[in-house]
Nanobody, 119 residues
Framework: QVQLVESGGGLVQSGGSLRLSCTTS????????IGWFRRAPGKEREGVSCISSTDDRTYYEDSVKGRFTISVDHAENTVYLEMNNLKPEDTAVYYC??????WGWGAYWGQGTQVTVSS
């Protein structure tokens, strides 16, 4: 059974940092591009960042470039999203999912973790 479990969300002030973790089970990271999506209130779910399964190439949505960093620990089957210089517009529920754009769209999802950035 595939499980993706996120952690690390919370409330932070504008300019602050958070690190999200996604621990996977029943799932081989080498087989899928895996990454992070988010859904802000009143908006559609969007891809935020993704890391390729084959060569660790990364993708970032334009608004997070230079602020967010995705990484993967294959030994721990865990994907991370380091988020720095957070802005109120980053407020959303963040989901771990695989595959992810530009290499696909989620067939597997975590339950989501809330990130709230206060101004």
């Amino acid at each position: 059974q595939v499980q993706l479990v996120e952690s690390g969300g919370g409330l932070v002030q504008s300019g602050g940092s958070l690190r999200l973790s996604c621990t996977t089970s029943g799932f081989t990271l080498d087989h899928y591009a895996i990454g992070w999506f988010r859904r802000a209130p009143g908006k559609e779910r969007e891809g935020v960042s993704c890391i390729s399964s084959t060569d660790d190439r990364t993708y970032y949505e334009d608004s997070v470039k230079g602020r967010f960093t995705i990484s993967v620990d294959h030994a721990e089957n865990t994907v991370y999203l380091e988020m720095n210089n957070l802005k109120p517009e980053d407020t959303a529920v963040y989901y771990c999912g695989a595959p992810c754009p530009p290499w696909g769209w989620g067939a597997y999802w975590g339950q989501g973790t809330q990130v709230t950035v206060s101004s």
